[in-house]
């Protein structure tokens, strides 16, 4: 079979750190959160590239944020793995479907449902989407410490989140906690480039629990998502620098 050779995408003169964080979403405010609280210094990338990377020097960790979807997750972990990555963890939000997920609360994802498009060019259907079970480990056991309510569970990852509906909150009840967008995609695409997979996620709201405040986003407004979007960065950045 002959593949396409994005070099340019690849940014061959960009150099990644071998543990990197991967940001999928919040372009204005997580993103320059995130930046303002570890250090970041921006790294320059081909003038082709929609994809922004961070150096966190005090960490030790490369920054990569994606934009939203999990074809652009793909391409910034086959960017990411082509200039040294090889241990990443997906640090984003999620939305809640099971009620036990609050809002404010953190989700180490062990596997994720996939609903998406994307992973299936790189496995087949059969083949599950799971992150690597010691990086997990690691990262619930500090987020078990952090101060911040902390689940180990599944998401549903899906291409769609305006058109979710029976498949996430009826099929999936007492199976899955949270819905995402790049979760599935994120731990297969890296499995097959020779990556170890970790996803720490915090709830930014829940349209299972009964206060409208709570099945509405907020984001970094709501006091309960800062807390625990600084928690889980920290556990991120822990986890990553051992």
Not at 76 to 105: I, K, Q
Not at 137 to 151: D, I, N, Q, S, Y
Request: charge should be negative; proline fraction near 5%.
């Amino acid at each position: 079979m002959v593949e396409r050779r994005f070099v340019h995408a690849a940014n061959p003169g960009f150099r990644c750190a071998s543990s990197a964080i991967l940001l999928p979403f919040g372009r204005r405010s997580f993103l320059p959160a995130v930046v303002a609280r570890t250090g970041g210094e921006e790294e320059p990338l081909d003038e082709t590239t929609d994809r922004i990377v961070y150096q966190l020097p005090r960490h030790g960790v490369t920054l990569v944020y994606s934009g939203m979807g999990s074809p652009a997750a793909a391409n910034a972990l086959e960017m990411a793995a082509a200039n040294g990555a090889r241990r990443v963890v997906v640090f984003g939000a999620c939305g809640g479907v099971d009620p036990g997920l609050e809002v404010g609360h953190l989700l180490v994802v062990s596997a994720a449902v996939r609903g998406e498009g994307t992973s299936r060019y790189y496995a087949p259907p059969e083949v599950q989407a799971a992150f690597d079970p010691v990086l997990t480990a690691r990262l619930a056991e500090r987020a078990a410490a952090c101060g911040v309510p902390a689940h180990v569970g599944t998401v549903y990852t899906t291409d769609a989140g305006y058109r979710q509906g029976p498949e996430v909150y009826e099929a999936g009840d007492g199976m899955v906690l949270g819905v995402d967008s790049e979760c599935a995609a994120a731990a297969v695409v890296g499995a097959r480039l020779g990556m170890s997979m970790g996803a720490l996620l915090f709830c930014t709201d829940n349209v299972r629990l009964p206060r409208a405040a709570d099945q509405q986003y907020g984001g970094l407004r709501d006091e309960r998502v800062q807390r625990a979007f600084e928690a889980a960065l920290d556990v991120a950045l822990e986890t990553l620098a051992t």
